[in-house]
């Protein structure tokens, strides 16, 4: 991946996946960063799944049940819904 540029919420999401894992090189980590400090909805987004990874992990290494995670995606989108009130 090239160093992104962040202009827009829908970059920062595109980004946070590999943002909260630490698979982004620096400058693209600190462009993300950067628009979270400023942009309340996509830092509670970023709360929120970082919060969500820390509860999977402590659930031990077993694989994440298929219907688990379609009821985690669908927890996700309606947490976005309502970030957006
Ligand atoms: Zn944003």
Redesign the pocket.
Known sequence: MTSAEINT?ED??RLLAAHLDRELNDHTHAEVQR?LDA?R??YSRAEFERRLKASIAALGHEPVPPELSGRVESLIRQFTVTADE
């Open positions: 919420c920062a999401l628009h942009c909805s996509c």
